[in-house]
Each structure stands twice: as structure tokens, then as C-alpha cells.
């Protein structure tokens, strides 16, 4: 990792802290390893990514159906599936210090990268979490957390099909948390024991995975286009033999140059007829009168990891004469697209002591959040530092009442990126960000 990108990182972690997107997870307790929290301004970046997903992959469509399965599954599902047999890593741990790696992760698999100790034998490590359901503690009460979202709609395919008849190809989406108890959890959040998933799988006859293998490729990359994300930093990496998922047949890894090295960003996988024969499940064609087993598409992207790559495409920095803003720091800022900004539009009174323009500043605020929601109001410090703490969280525009408000019915509008300034009456307001966000 070079001094540069490492800088990068540990600007983007502790933006994330001060203005309230990830916080360590029980910080207070001295933090739990691979578990983060979510501040306001992360609930509300991760509920854009969400937002847009369901947008793009489920309600503007007429083939997809979404479900919420619950978390805890029979464990009949992950023998099935295969997860209890194979989801693992391999596991060396260190003969003197007891740290434990990912041996795939390490160079010298003889000797421990903290203290030199002697490493012992690799063994396979399955990732899932197990726990007790009940009061009975035998092995018929073990349950898992599920490790995918994936399983939650394949046991929810007959129901689907029963309720609505849906004619192939269709599809079955779910957003939700997965768990999987990574031996190394690193890099903020991009590996971590607890996350969030987007996953859809489509149903398809056999014949024809090519097809929607290619065409989810390019819907998925037209979705990160839509989010923000600067494509020259993702690359499609074609997954070999051997390196593919138990299941697959076909794999396509959407890696994201990160500081610390270009890695998985989300996936797409042809699972061929793999899950619903492992679940003895099929689909009856009413009009060809026929029994088949469709076979699966599935492109499955991780929430925490969407939204690190954002904040990672989007901050930026720049010198006073380049944001058209007279003063001598540097300034950082979150060039979100409006779509995913956590904060649309912050409202301000130019001082907060003059009740006359707090209360035009109060109507403005109202009328903005009435019809954009995602509106701060933000009467802290002077307006420079407002303009600071914005551009940081990567509001859009912020828009000011001063003295002159109160005789032309004007406010001030300021761009993120520019730092140009506009004046507009109050009324035209609404339509200005209408038009910016079309
Ligand atoms: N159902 C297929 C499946 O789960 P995966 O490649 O194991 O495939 C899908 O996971 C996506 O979930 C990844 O591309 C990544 O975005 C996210 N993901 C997986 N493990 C993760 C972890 N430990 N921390 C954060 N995100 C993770």
C-alpha cells in the first residue's frame, strides 16, 4: 500500500466517524472485530443504494418479485446448498502467539506474520455461525446464520411460483443481512462478519443463460454508472476453473481498485440448475406442458461494499482557487451524484441570532423537506464552516437566507462543485433541484 492510498483510507474511515456514516461497532465495549455500526448519514447513503437497486432490479420491471426471508433457516437448507459441507477458507494458526490467518492470504505459510512462531497445519474452517434455537441443546437444535440471502429465495421459489404463475424467465430478489465469521475481517468495511446483500436470481430455461448472463452484466454495470461510482476504477475479471464458487458455472467478479488492492466488489454467477436440484424443486410450463428444472443468473452485490466504493469514488479534494472560494484550505469534499447524496439540500439562516431570517429560513426548510425529505437544516458556526461540513458530507447545494431575503424574496444557492453561488426567488427553489436531479 503506498503513503498516498493509505492517507486516502484513513481519511475516508475517519470522515466516516466525525459526521456520522460508520462508527466502530460497540465502540464503547472496545469495539467487536468485523462489525461496524451505521450513523444517520450511512442509514441514509445505504437506503439510496437500496432505493436505487429495488428501483432499478424490481419495481420498474414486471418480472421480478421480491421476498424477506427470515435470517434463521432450517438447517436442512445449508446441508443442501452445500454450505455445511464446503463454505469454508483454509485456517493455519500460530503455534506460539495463537493468531490465526487465511492461509490463501499469506506468503510464507510456515511462519506467523506477527511474532515469527511456527505456523501449524492448514485446515478447512467453514465460515458459517452456528447457534441454538430453543431451549434443547443437541445437534438437532443447531441453527445458522444464513451466509447468503441467495438460500432464502431458492426456498421460497415454489411458494412465488404458487401465489403468482410467473412464466420464465422471472426473476426473485431480496435484500438482507448475511453473517460469515471471516478468519481475517480488514479494510474498513469490505470484509466484514456482518453485512448486507442485494441478490437477485433469475430464472431461466437452460438454453438461454448465455443471453441473460451477458445481459445482466450490462444491466449491473449500468446500475454503478447510475449510482456515481468512477468506472474507471471497477474491472470485470473473468473467474477460472478451480477459483469459482462450489456452485457456479460461470462467474464474472466486478473488482473495484480500492486503496489497499483491486478486489471483489459484487458478482455475477450462472448457478446452472445447482440449488434447485440440490432443493428437489421444479417449475411446470403450462404451455409447453412440460416439467423442467430453470437454471439461475444471479447477480449478487454487497451493500457495504457499494457504498465504501462511493465514498472512495467520490472524495475529493482541492485548493481554494479550484472550489471559487477565497480562503487558504484545502478542502475535502463527497462529489456524491444528487441520486445517492445522504443530504440533497442544507438549509441556513446567514446568522442564526436574527429571528427574522431564522423564520424565512424555518419556511424554506419546511417547504424543501416537504418535498425532498433528505434536507438538513444547519445553523452551526459561520457559513464558511456550514459550507465546510456540507461539502464534506456531500450535499449538493446548500441555500441561504440573508437580509436581502426578507425585501426580494431570494435565497442563495451554492453548488458543491463549483462553489458558485446563485441568487433565486424562493418559489423557483424546488423546481431548480427538480431539474439538477432529472
Ligand atoms: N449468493 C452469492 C454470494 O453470496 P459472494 O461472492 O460470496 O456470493 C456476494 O458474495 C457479495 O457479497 C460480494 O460480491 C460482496 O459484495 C459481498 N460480501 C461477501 N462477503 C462479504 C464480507 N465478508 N464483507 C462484506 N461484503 C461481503
Redesign the pocket.
Known amino acids: 500500500m503506498s503513503q498516498k492510498e493509505e492517507t486516502k483510507m484513513e481519511k475516508i474511515i475517519s470522515l466516516s466517524k466525525r459526521r456520522g456514516f460508520v462508527y466502530q461497532g460497540s465502540e464503547i465495549y472496545g469495539g467487536l472485530g468485523g462489525t461496524w455500526d451505521y450513523g444517520p448519514l450511512g442509514v441514509a447513503l445505504k437506503n439510496n443504494i437500496k432505493d436505487l437497486w429495488r428501483k432499478k432490479f424490481v419495481s420498474s420491471r414486471t418480472d421480478m418479485y421480491e421476498v424477506d426471508a427470515a435470517i434463521l433457516m432450517n438447517s436442512k437448507v445449508w446441508e443442501a446448498s452445500g454450505h455445511v459441507a464446503g463454505f469454508s477458507d483454509p485456517l493455519v494458526e500460530c503455534g506460539k502467539c495463537h493468531h490465526r490467518f487465511r492461509t490463501d492470504q499469506l506468503e510464507d505459510t510456515k511462519k506467523c506474520p506477527d511474532c515469527g512462531g511456527n505456523l501449524g497445519e492448514s485446515r478447512q474452517f467453514n465460515m458459517m455461525f452456528e447457534t441454538q434455537i430453543g431451549a434443547m441443546e443437541d445437534s438437532s437444535a443447531t441453527v445458522y446464520l444464513r451466509p ?3 438460500q432464502g429465495v431458492f426456498v421460497n421459489f415454489k411458494n412465488v411460483v404458487d401465489s403468482f404463475h410467473p412464466k420464465l424467465p422471472f426473476g426473485i430478489a431480496q435484500i438482507g443481512k ?1 453473517f ?1 465469521n ?1 478468519i481475517t ?1 480488514r479494510d474498513f ?5 456482518e ?1 448486507e ?1 442485494m ?1 437477485i436470481e433469475y430464472f431461466i430455461r437452460p438454453e438461454d443463460w448465455e443471453k441473460y448472463f451477458i445481459y445482466f452484466k450490462d444491466v449491473v454495470t449500468e446500475f454503478v454508472e447510475e449510482l456515481g461510482l468512477d468506472m474507471n476504477l471497477v474491472h470485470e475479471i473473468e473467474i477460472g476453473d478451480g477459483d469459482r ?1 462450489h456452485y457456479s458455472k460461470r462467474t464474472i467478479d466486478f473488482e473495484f481498485e480500492y486503496p489497499f488492492g483491486q478486489k ?4 455475477l ?1 450462472y448457478r446452472g440448475s445447482f440449488d434447485l436440484d440440490n432443493h428437489k424443486l421444479e417449475y411446470i410450463d403450462e404451455e409447453m406442458k412440460e416439467k423442467i428444472v430453470p437454471h439461475v443468473i ?1 447477480p ?3 451493500v ?2 457499494m457504498l465504501l466504493a462511493l465514498l472512495l469514488s467520490a472524495y475529493k479534494e482541492d485548493l481554494p482557487a479550484q472550489s471559487g472560494e477565497q480562503n487558504n484550505e484545502t478542502r475535502s469534499y463527497l462529489a456524491f451524484k444528487p441520486n445517492v447524496a445522504p443530504v440533497i439540500c442544507a438549509v441556513s439562516p446567514l446568522v442564526k441570532n436574527k429571528p427574522e431570517l431564522v423564520d424565512q429560513a424555518r419556511i424554506v426548510y419546511g417547504m424543501l423537506k416537504a418535498e425532498f425529505g433528505r434536507v438538513m437544516w444547519d445553523d452551526n458556526g459561520n457559513i464558511g464552516k456550514r459550507y465546510r461540513r456540507q461539502d464534506e458530507i456531500g450535499t449538493p447545494w446548500c441555500v441561504v437566507v440573508d437580509y436581502d431575503t426578507l425585501t426580494d424574496e431570494c435565497v442563495t444557492i451554492r453548488d458543491r462543485d463549483t462553489g458558485v453561488q446563485e441568487r433565486i426567488k424562493k418559489s423557483e427553489i424546488i423546481d431548480y433541484i427538480k431539474e439538477k436531479l432529472a
Open positions: 447468503e440471502t441467495a448475511a460469515r471471516e475481517p468495511i469490505f470484509r466484514v462478519r453485512f446483500q441478490e464458487a471483489e466488489l459484487f458478482g454467477a444471479e449478487s452485490m454487497g457495504d461494499r
